[in-house]
């Protein structure tokens, strides 16, 4: 937060010498934009609606000009903040393997947190009779504390669960072209949900539950599966669904969608109609 804070005051304190700045701080930037003179300031919202993300919002935009990385998230914010646009997040794909013969194993990828949905992936594994990976973040004192109190008695007692804590990029985009298919059981209105287009991006299908963006990423029936929320009935049928997907069409979705070339051509027709 200290680098950030630097950053920041260094940017905004030459704010006159750009032609324009694209903030991706989280509180500390947009407020100095708020405060300053100069060149139009852009704000990608990276977070979802929480309260303090309201109250910023309401307090810098306008003049700050705010982008949301999903329609779902842009649907969700209050009626008196205005959207300047839409960019979904890009990822550049060649850092992703592609692989059309995948394993057996499904995967989970992502923070331990009961947001993430962690423990519904446990349990679908072991309804469907089915090894699990999970690639799990550990690093956060609410991450650690749930992972001892809630994640590690259920793995303990299943013997068809491994962990990879902490993974850095190679390995875990080497998990995600293995796998038979990539778990997201959400539960909360994840703003955009990079892990599924990551997953596509090794030709991985997806099976996620129908909150936030997970239908603006997934194309149902195509690259993966959109499930209702909480149903685990509903989420394992379409696991022993998605041997029937192809690969290539995961792929090909995210190069035209999600890739990073699409991205920075959303923010440049951004760029060009605030300037």
Wanted: hydrophobic share 45%; with cysteine.
């Amino acid at each position: 937060a200290r680098v950030e804070t630097i950053q920041a005051l260094t940017a905004y304190g030459r704010r006159r010498d750009f032609d324009i700045i694209h903030d991706h701080t989280a509180a500390v930037g947009p407020a100095l934009a708020a405060v300053t003179v100069g060149a139009p300031v852009v704000h990608t919202l990276h977070h979802a609606w929480l309260d303090e993300q309201v109250r910023l919002a309401r307090l810098v935009a306008p003049p700050v000009r705010l982008v949301a990385i999903s329609h779902d998230q842009a649907a969700r914010s209050p009626a008196d903040v205005p959207i300047t646009a839409v960019v979904h997040n890009g990822i550049p794909v060649d850092r992703y393997p592609f692989r059309p013969n995948k394993d057996d194993y499904l995967l989970f990828v992502g923070r331990a947190s009961p947001d993430k949905g962690p423990a519904p992936a446990i349990e679908i594994a072991r309804r469907l009779g089915r090894h699990l990976v999970m690639a799990i973040k550990i690093n956060e004192p609410a991450e650690c504390d749930y992972w001892d109190e809630v994640l590690l008695p259920l793995i303990a007692s299943d013997p068809a669960v491994d962990v990879v804590p902490n993974p850095k990029h190679e390995p875990k985009a080497d998990l995600m072209a293995g796998a038979a298919a990539v778990l997201v059981p959400i539960r909360w209105a994840e703003p955009f949900g990079l892990v599924m287009a990551e997953a596509n991006a090794c030709g991985t299908p997806v099976v996620a539950f129908d909150v936030g963006a997970a239908r603006e990423v997934i194309a149902h029936g195509k690259t993966g599966f959109v499930v209702p929320p909480g149903d685990l009935d509903a989420f394992c049928a379409a696991v022993e669904h998605t041997g029937d997907l192809i690969p290539h069409d995961c792929r090909t979705h995210v190069v035209r969608h999600f890739s990073a070339q699409r991205m920075v051509a959303g923010y440049e027709r951004v760029y060009e109609a605030v300037s």
